[in-house]
């Protein structure tokens, strides 16, 4: 029975800290656009076949025309 007397503060404390961190996320913009990320992943940006020109590949390319 003891034991309950360092609990009910302690967890007291956890929900106070949960509350707070709650009231950051929410101030700091965290929730501000839910759907923007879930439809990020369906947009084509990338270039044909996801490969970007390196400078090692325009020298490599330069050798082989020579």
């Known amino acids: 029975m003891s034991v309950i007397y360092g609990l009910i503060p302690g ?32 947009d084509d940006d990338d270039l044909e076949c996801g490969h970007t020109n390196t400078k090692e590949d325009t020298n490599k390319e330069k050798e082989h025309s020579d």
């Open 11 to 42: 967890m007291i404390l956890l929900g106070l800290i949960s509350v707070l961190v709650f009231f950051w996320a929410v101030r700091s913009g965290q929730y501000d656009d839910m759907e923007g990320p879930a439809y990020r992943i369906l």
